[in-house]
């Protein structure tokens, strides 16, 4: 458990762990009244009992309860609550979008958290300036670089490195708060209260910079997965937690003690003989907290495209150490150009930070109206209780999600445009992949038709097992059709295989193949994989013998069709718009082959025309 907890760190707890680089100098700076003692008292109070709220109630005590066999996040959440249990096309909305917000939160993160590292040295000296944002441009550069390489010879120093940042954390805010131990009183919440009912519109803004203390807690959710509740809990209440609250009080302490409010406060909690390692520390540990987020989207993007979200793209594994150690490179290259733009454009973290929030709030805002579902429905809670525990959580999170609405003309489009962006994409090729599964199905033949068919024919019999992949439920797979139309005989031995990629994660090994004989030497089976597994077909075949399958897999010819789309002439399909984006994502998507893990010199690939 110690260890895992210790793993988690690494993993688990960058974001929010990077959060006082930034937070509280946003803060202080949004407020009119940046060194009275109210002011900073108040906006304490509100940075601890946010992260009391959000995190460690909402996420800690209540969301990381709610799991899809093992698995959290929102995707996961959405796969639960919107496919498992019933089909509703809303909750599934709700989840995507949320999703898609994430990835706008992605290409955010790297870019505020390096440049709010770099810009501690300009504490040490003003002459670094002007080097600040192209030494961030490097840093990004060569962390998008190397994840093609994999992190897992690295990984192991995560954890130990991060618990030395937070180690640190802690210790200059005890040290801070030993020049004003006052500073506590902001535990009491009618300081924050005081501070948002007395002070209008700026109290309400301040909200805004007060949720960049909670940026990181989905990751919590998300990441549950890899480690499991426990190990996570352990991590975040022993350390994580106590080192936040102490830092933030330092950093408060050292305002009211009379300290300056310009530069970065966090930075001024060190000595300075140590202001140069701590720098460094805490640039390394950005760059841990980016990673994290780079390959949470790796995480994310294969499990909306094993659930029939996005298109098929190449997922490499990078070690055979654990099963999230992957890497995308579309994704990567993206978020690269993206987070490399963000920095340059904005140019300083008090910019970006107006950019940051937006998306992860609105995120908060979905799974809290998720979570109420999920309390009814998994849980057994009646109406009451769980409209009381999730209204709670849905005022919150809609006050920080309408402050940080004011911040929408500073930059905080940019995650909102990408959200928009990346649901279309989702949406776009999820309606074409249905209706081209429609089409399919529309000119299905049983199967004793079919092979009545074959032997009136006379169509030659030829030796060894054709393996026929196809999204057809039912009778004779359309792909077997044109083979035997084109090259005019069909093997003696027919196995035909359709891939259920299910709303679970995993799926237990009795329950992957189901197969019968629908025909002498006519076997159809469906192969059921989770959202968060990599279908290999060649080993499944080896285990369809157990089964009862007399097929011979020795001498086996994989045909998978290769769809060209084109529009319907009754123009009773897609738009033409929507037809044209699903053709340019199909035809980049990775072929089927590769998805499955075929074997190149034994596939055989038949192309036909499919009107959507």
């Given at each position: ?12 707890f960058?974001?929010?762990?990077t ?7 946003t ?8 060194t ?31 799991d ?6 929102i995707?996961a ?10 089909r509703?096309?809303?909750i ?16 955010i993160?790297?870019a ?11 504490m ?30 690295i990984?192991?120093f ?5 618990f ?98 310009d ?10 003989p ?8 805490a ?10 987020i ?30 999230g150690?992957?890497?995308?490179g ?9 987070t490399?733009?963000l ?71 940019v ?17 074409g ?29 030829v ?28 093997h ?7 891939v ?7 799926t ?13 030497n ?43 789309v ?35 010199d ?5 192309g ?5």
């Open positions: 458990m110690p260890a895992l907890a210790l793993t988690a760190l690494g993993i688990v960058g974001d929010i762990g959060s006082p680089l930034y937070t509280f100098k803060v202080l700076g949004t407020t009119d009244t940046p009275d003692p109210a002011t900073v008292l108040g906006a304490l109070s509100l940075v601890l009992w946010t992260l009391f709220i959000i995190t460690t109630v909402k996420y800690v005590s209540f969301a990381m309860r709610v899809n066999d093992g698995e959290g996040g995707l959440l959405m796969a639960l609550l919107g496919v498992k249990k019933h509703r096309p809303t599934i909305a709700v989840g995507l979008f949320g999703a898609a917000l994430i990835y706008g939160d992605g290409a993160t790297p505020i958290s390096v440049l709010s590292a770099l810009e501690g040295l300009n040490a000296t003003p002459a670094f300036q002007p080097y600040v944002v192209p030494s961030a441009v490097a840093i990004l550069l060569a962390l998008f670089a190397i994840q093609s390489r994999g992190t897992a010879a990984g192991h995560f954890g130990p490195v991060m030395v940042w937070f180690a640190a954390m802690a210790l200059l805010g005890v040290w801070g708060i030993a020049n004003h131990p006052q500073v506590f009183a902001a535990l009491d919440p009618e300081y924050g209260l005081s501070y948002l009912v007395s002070h209008g519109m700026t109290g309400f803004l301040v909200l805004g910079a007060v949720f960049l203390c909670v940026t990181g807690a989905e990751a919590l959710y998300a990441d549950m997965g890899h480690f499991g509740s426990r190990p996570i809990k352990l991590a975040w209440f022993a350390i994580v937690f106590p080192s936040l609250i102490l830092n933030y009080a330092g950093q408060a302490a050292l305002v009211l003690e009379g300290t300056p409010t530069g970065n406060i966090f930075y001024r909690l060190c000595p300075a140590l202001l140069l390692p701590l720098i460094l520390l640039t390394v540990a950005t760059i841990i907290a980016s990673q994290s780079i390959t949470g989207a790796f995480s994310m993007t294969r499990q909306a495209i094993q659930l029939g979200w996005l298109p098929r793209l190449y997922v490499k594994q990078t070690s055979s150490e654990g099963y150690q992957i890497y995308v579309v994704v990567n290259w993206l978020l690269m150009i993206v490399v733009g920095t340059v454009l904005f140019g300083k973290s008090d910019n970006l930070a107006a950019a940051y929030g937006i998306a992860v709030s609105a995120t908060m805002l979905m799974t809290s109206a998720l979570l109420f579902i999920a309390m009814r429905e998994i849980w057994g809670w009646n109406v009451f209780a769980a409209g009381a525990v999730a209204g709670c959580f849905l005022v919150v999170d809609s006050a920080f999600f309408l402050a940080n609405l004011t911040k929408v003309a500073e930059g905080g489009y995650p909102l445009l990408l959200a928009i962006t990346i649901y279309s994409v989702m949406w776009i090729w999820h309606r992949a249905a209706a081209v599964s429609q089409r399919m199905h529309e000119q299905l033949i049983p199967v004793d038709k079919f092979m009545a068919r074959i032997k009136d024919a006379g169509v030659p019999r030796p060894g097992t054709a393996v026929f992949l196809t999204r057809a439920e039912r009778d004779t797979p359309p792909v077997m059709l044109w083979h035997v139309k084109h090259n005019r005989a069909l003696e031995h027919l196995f035909v295989l359709r259920d990629i299910r709303s679970v994660p995993w237990f090994s009795a329950q992957r193949l189901t197969i019968e004989e629908v025909a002498p006519f076997w159809r089976a469906e192969a059921r994989f989770g959202f968060m597994e990599r279908p290999h077909i060649p080993d499944l075949l080896a285990a369809s013998k157990s089964l009862g399958c007399t097929v011979d897999l020795s001498d086996v010819t994989y045909y998978v069709g290769h769809e060209t084109i529009g319907r002439e009754d123009k009773m399909g897609l738009p033409a718009w929507q037809a044209k984006l699903f053709v340019v994502m199909e035809r980049n998507a990775v072929h089927v082959s590769d998805f499955f893990s075929l074997p190149n034994q596939v055989v690939e038949i036909r025309q499919v009107a959507i």
